[in-house]
């Protein structure tokens, strides 16, 4: 790798692969590709530092940009990871249909130098060892609701016995991880913070603080529209020429959807605020899903202006 080292702002732009990675600068143009191996991360990370990079940015690739990731972030490197379907918006507004890894990188490139600054104050390895801990912890539950299923639809005594074993197995390994995620929190100033916090809500256990603290870190640090979307709680309107087609969330972070919808069932149980939107929604001829739905954008609307500010759940 030979690039100019000119003091111009750079931003970077990585299309990542299983095997490689294809990097590019923006918005001087430069476009190189190296393995997508932890030699080449640390490497990679030497060289950067010798440029006046501004931010990195690519998209979730099945887990195959965690490795360049964490190099990066150990590095004090700004880094940002997007949903794959946000960076296809970007592009479709610029390229058309055009695409290669190449074109792909610079594109990255470019829609880095749009994006926010990420907020560098939570440590990157408690985050991504709190959204770690809370994917097994999903794995986990998935695991327990099946061999449960499996448990009511079977007869032969060797074989209960064996998904009662399993079952058991599960639990106590889930209490496990649980406990982890709670220890990570509370050793984190912040993090703590944030979740006794969130907390106040009416709504918001500890189930959902947690989640919500794994699974959307953006949460007070963007606008409301924002951590709408990135909840995929945020309605989208279809239209073409004259026709026009009713507005439909969809997209975004499916955990954190069901979460929200959760919290928004138990909020509107228990607190007349929430009540009387739901209410008031029905009243309207919205299905009882989404109504639930629209309380939930509502809610986290909330939740996310009370973690930008600092301050907990007032009752109205």
Sequence with gaps: ????????????????????????????????????????HHALVQHLAQLPIQRVLLESSGGYEKGVVNALQQAGIPVVVVPAQRARYFAKSLRGNLKTDRVDAQ????????????????????????????????????QLEA???????????????????????LQEELAQIEAQVAALVASDEALAHRFALLQTAVGVGAIVAYGLLAELPELGQVSREAIAALAGLAPVRRE??????????????????RLLYLAAVVAVAHDARWR?????????????????????????????????DGRAYARV
């Design 147 to 169: 061999e449960k299923k499996r448990l009511q639809v079977v007869h032969a005594p060797s074989v209960r016995a064996s998904l009662a074993r399993m079952i058991a197995v």
């Design 240 to 257: 073409s020429g004259r026709w026009r087609g009713s507005a439909r969330i969809g997209g975004g972070r499916r955990r954190v959807r």
């Design 107 to 142: 594109l990255l490139a470019h829609f880095a130098s749009c994006y926010p600054a990420p907020d560098t104050t939570e440590p990157a390895q408690v985050q991504a060892e709190l959204k770690e801990l809370w994917a097994r912890r999903e794995q986990l539950v998935g």
């Design 1 to 40: 790798m030979t690039h100019n080292t000119q003091q111009t702002a750079l931003y970077l732009g990585i299309d990542v692969g299983k095997y490689t990675l294809t990097l590019a600068t923006y918005p001087t143009p430069q476009v190189w590709e190296i393995p997508n191996t932890p030699e080449q």
């Design 276 to 308: 009387a939107v739901y209410e008031g929604l029905v009243a309207k001829g919205k299905a009882v899903k989404v109504a639930y739905c629209a309380v939930a954008r509502r809610l986290l609307v909330v939740l996310n202006a009370m973690v930008r």
